[in-house]
């Protein structure tokens, strides 16, 4: 199992432009995470998933952010427009039982 | 509310010395309290859970009641432990997230 994937690895944008993060989690896993990590935050929960349903976004640091999952073995994340300010690392992870699996993470640059 | 405070941001230590990484909890209820631990450039990944009263890579971690706290111990640090610590609270396996503390950035020295 290679694990929660994530894609891109490294996305560089330019301030105003749409970025997409996709988040693939371990096949049976039912809960889906999304975090960003940041020097000054530390690691945010932004929204989660249970059986695809959006549980909790109260995280979502405004409207310029939007989660979906459309299905059991996809989720997306997106930013538009995207800011400087979004600069961090975009975690996403899956749960089965008591134990989150991360996958590598997106770092996001917004120039 | 639940809280997780961890209030070293960076602890260094030398190379076999104990080292200590302090977590603090707040939570009405019986929380399930976790380790997790990021390498350099690697993805998180669960260190250690207090149900299960292991050792791992050396490191214990006894969950406190009384002082509501989940304080990671090691008693001789070795260089490879540098890295990103996060205690981490749940609420119960029913109720879906994690509760991050904000992270310790331990450094061994040689």
Same mark, same amino acid.
């Given at each position: #199992? ?10 560089? *944008? ?15 896993? #039912? ?24 549980? #909790? ?8 952010? /939007? ?6 073995s996809f989720s997306t994340l997106k930013i538009q427009p995207s800011e400087p300010r979004d600069s961090a690392v975009y975690f996403c992870a899956s749960r089965i039982t008591d134990t989150q699996y991360f996958g590598p993470g997106t770092r996001l640059t917004v120039l | 509310a639940q809280r997780v405070t961890q209030p070293e941001k960076l602890l260094s230590v030398f190379k076999g ?10 939570? /009405? ?10 390498? /350099?450039?690697? !993805? ?8 299960? !009263? ?6 214990? @971690? ?14 001789? @640090? ?9 205690? @981490?609270? /749940?609420?119960?396996? *029913? ?16």
């Amino acid at each position: #199992d290679a694990g929660v994937i994530q894609s891109p690895r490294h996305e560089v *944008t330019e301030m105003g432009q749409e970025v997409t993060l996709r988040c693939k989690p371990i096949s049976g896993h #039912d809960y889906l995470f999304w975090y960003r990590q940041t020097m000054m935050r530390g690691l945010e929960l932004l929204i989660y998933f249970n059986n695809n349903v959006p549980i #909790d976004d109260s995280g979502m640091p405004e409207d310029r952010f /939007s989660a979906k999952m459309p299905n059991a073995s996809f989720s997306t994340l997106k930013i538009q427009p995207s800011e400087p300010r979004d600069s961090a690392v975009y975690f996403c992870a899956s749960r089965i039982t008591d134990t989150q699996y991360f996958g590598p993470g997106t770092r996001l640059t917004v120039l | 509310a639940q809280r997780v405070t961890q209030p070293e941001k960076l602890l260094s230590v030398f190379k076999g010395a104990p080292v200590e990484l302090k977590c603090n909890y707040s939570y /009405s209820g019986s929380p399930e309290l976790f380790w997790y631990v990021q390498y /350099s450039r690697q !993805r998180l990944q669960l260190l250690l859970r207090h149900i299960s !009263r292991e050792s791992i890579k050396g490191f214990t @971690a006894d969950l406190n009641k009384g002082e509501t706290s989940f304080h990671l111990k090691k008693p001789f @640090a070795q260089e490879e432990d540098s890295a990103m610590y996060y205690c @981490a609270l /749940s609420r119960g396996s *029913t109720l879906g997230r994690l509760y991050f503390g904000r992270g310790t950035q331990l450094t061994v020295w040689p």
